[in-house]
C-alpha cells in the first residue's frame, strides 16, 4: 500500500521503527498532491520546501529518540484559519490576501513540538461562513468521492485533503458544525472537542464563544492522538479550561458493554434522506449487539437551534470583524477620505455570505432590537444546554445522524442561504452547549456517497465518544473505503 494512504498510528510505528524516513513519507504526501490536486483543488498555500525541512529534522529526532511523540514525522494540513509564523494566512478572503501572521497559533506551536510535518493550508469557506467551501473567496474545493459534490464545509479544504490522501491528518475549526459535516460529507473521522479543551489562540475568529479546534483523520483512533497533542490548559486563551488531558487512545479498546446511548427522536425528521436514516439505524443496531444499551430520549428545545445559532453567532461576527478596515494588516482600497477608504475595503474585501452574516449580527445586537433577538436567543441556548444536561443524567453519549442528507451537488443551495444552512441542523445544538462530539463513516448512499455517524458527549468527556467510535469502527469496514481518484 502507498505511504500516503496510511493512517497516522500505522505510519508512526513505521517511522519509530526506521521502516521508512519521515523525507520518504513526505515526498510521497507531495507526489499524491501532484496528481490529484488539479481535481480537488483542497490546498490554497503549499508548504513543500519547509515541509522536507522539517522532516529532516524528524528523521533526525527519530535517530536519537527512544519513545518518539506519535505525530514526529507526519505530514499535516492546517484549515487557512490558523495563524503561521512566516506563511501567507487568509482565511480564504480577499481581505487577507497578503497576510503573513508573525507568530503561530498555540495549537500550531504544538504540532511543531511534536515533531509534525506542515504540508500547507487548506481552503475553507471564508472566514469559516459556509457548509459547503463554495464560499471560499478564492476557488471551490471538490468532494473527491464525486467531483460535482461539494466536500461539506467550512473546514471543506482540510477534509477533502484528508479523504483524498493529500496528507495523514488534518486541522480544522467547527463554529456550528465545520469538522463534523465535512467529515462526513467525505467519508472519515472529524472531532470537535468540548468548547476551552483546545486553545482557540492564534485562530482567525468567527464567534467566539462557537469556535473550536479538532482533528480531521482518517480513523478514529489517529484522532485520539491528534487530540492528546493538541489539548491542554492555554493562559493565552481566555476561555482556556484548565483540566488534565487523558491519554485518550488507551481507551479505545473496543470494549463497550453496558454503557448507555440516548437516541434522540428530534433528529429523525421528515426530509432526511431516506439512505442517511436507514445507515444510521443501522449503526445503532450494530452498537447494541456490541453491548451498548440503547435508550430513546428527547431534546425538546432542538428546533429552536438554528434560529439561535445564527443570532449568535452572526451577532459575535460582526464584532469580530469589525477589525478589518485596510488601516492595519490585509486588503485596502484606496478611498477619497478616511471613511469611504473604510466602506470600499469592506465591501471589495468580503464575500456576500461575509457581508449577510455582519449585517444580520449588527441588526441582532442593534439598538431597539437587542433584547427580542441576542437576548432572546442566549436564553434559548441555556435551554438547549439544558435539554443536554437532562439527557445526559441517564445516558453516557447521545447518537445522530451527522447530517440530514449525503454531500450535494455544487450550485444546488448557493442562491438559497437558508436551504445552506439547514446542513448543519445536527450538528448546532453541540457547539451552543459547548459539548464535544465526532462524526465518522457508517455507510454510503445509492450514489456512492459517504453517510456520517454522530456521537455526542458529555462534558470533558471526549474519552467515551472515541472509545464508541472505534467499537463500531472496529465492527464495520466503512474507514477502510476510499474515493477513486485515478486520472
Keep these: 500500500m502507498s505511504l500516503h494512504s496510511l493512517t497516522l498510528h500505522e505510519l508512526h510505528s513505521k517511522l519509530r521503527k526506521r521502516e521508512i524516513s519521515s523525507q520518504e513519507l513526505t515526498e510521497a504526501v507531495f507526489d499524491r498532491i501532484a496528481v490529484t490536486e488539479e481535481r480537488v483543488h483542497s490546498f490554497i498555500t503549499l508548504c513543500r520546501e519547509s515541509a522536507l525541512a522539517e522532516a529532516k529534522k524528524a528523521d533526525e529526532r527519530l535517530g536519537t529518540e527512544k519513545d518518539p511523540d506519535p505525530l514526529l514525522g507526519v505530514p499535516i494540513a492546517l484549515k487557512d484559519i490558523f495563524l503561521t509564523r512566516g506563511v501567507l494566512t487568509t482565511c480564504a478572503s480577499k481581505i487577507l490576501g497578503n497576510f503573513i501572521p508573525p507568530y503561530d497559533a498555540t495549537t500550531v506551536k504544538k504540532l511543531r513540538g511534536a515533531g509534525a510535518v506542515i504540508v500547507g493550508k487548506t481552503n475553507m469557506d471564508e472566514f469559516a461562513m459556509g457548509s459547503s467551501t463554495e464560499n471560499s473567496a478564492l476557488f471551490v474545493t471538490r468532494n473527491p468521492w464525486n467531483l460535482d459534490r461539494v466536500p461539506g464545509g467550512s473546514s471543506g479544504g482540510s477534509a477533502a485533503a484528508v479523504s483524498a490522501d493529500q496528507c495523514i491528518a488534518a486541522l480544522g475549526t467547527d463554529t456550528g458544525g465545520s469538522i463534523r459535516q465535512p467529515a462526513a460529507c467525505c467519508g472519515i473521522v472529524g472531532l470537535k472537542p468540548t468548547y476551552g479543551r483546545v486553545s482557540r489562540f492564534g485562530i482567525i475568529a468567527f464567534a467566539s464563544s462557537l469556535d473550536q479546534v479538532g482533528p ?102 460582526s464584532s469580530n470583524l469589525a477589525r478589518y478596515d485596510g488601516m492595519k494588516y490585509g486588503f485596502r482600497a484606496h478611498g477619497k477620505d478616511l471613511t469611504e477608504t473604510y466602506v470600499k475595503t469592506r465591501e471589495e474585501g468580503f464575500g ?94 445509492s450514489d456512492g456517497l459517504p453517510i456520517g455517524l454522530q456521537v455526542i458527549g458529555k462534558h470533558l468527556d471526549e474519552a467515551t465518544i472515541l472509545r464508541i467510535a472505534y467499537a463500531y469502527e472496529q465492527a464495520t469496514d466503512w474507514h477502510k473505503r476510499k474515493p477513486n481518484l485515478a486520472p
Excluded: W
Design 216 to 317: 480531521i483523520t482518517k480513523e478514529v483512533m489517529d484522532s485520539a492522538l491528534m487530540l492528546e497533542a493538541i489539548a491542554g490548559f492555554d493562559p493565552m486563551d481566555s476561555t482556556s479550561i484548565n483540566a488534565p488531558v487523558p491519554p485518550y487512545s488507551r481507551y479505545l479498546d473496543g470494549d463497550v458493554k453496558g454503557l448507555r446511548a440516548g437516541i434522540p427522536k428530534e433528529y429523525f425528521i421528515p426530509g432526511m434522506q431516506p439512505d442517511v436514516e436507514k445507515a444510521v439505524k443501522e449503526a445503532i443496531r450494530a452498537l447494541e449487539k456490541n453491548g451498548v444499551e440503547i435508550e430513546e430520549i428527547s431534546l425538546p428545545h432542538t428546533e429552536y437551534a438554528i434560529a439561535a445559532y445564527y443570532i449568535i453567532a452572526t451577532a459575535e461576527a
Design 352 to 445: 456576500a455570505e461575509v457581508k449577510r452574516r455582519i449585517m444580520l449580527g449588527t441588526y441582532a445586537l442593534s439598538a431597539g432590537y437587542y433584547d427580542a433577538y441576542y437576548l432572546k436567543a442566549q436564553k434559548v441556548r441555556a435551554l438547549i444546554k439544558k435539554d443536554f444536561d437532562e439527557a445526559f443524567k441517564t445516558c453516557d453519549v447521545i447518537i445522530t445522524p451527522t447530517a440530514p442528507t449525503t454531500a450535494f451537488e455544487i450550485g444546488e443551495k448557493t442562491q438559497d442561504p437558508l436551504q445552506m444552512y439547514l446542513s448543519d441542523i445536527f450538528t448546532i445544538s453541540v457547539n451552543l452547549a459547548g459539548l464535544p462530539a465526532l462524526s465518522l463513516p457508517c455507510g454510503f448512499d
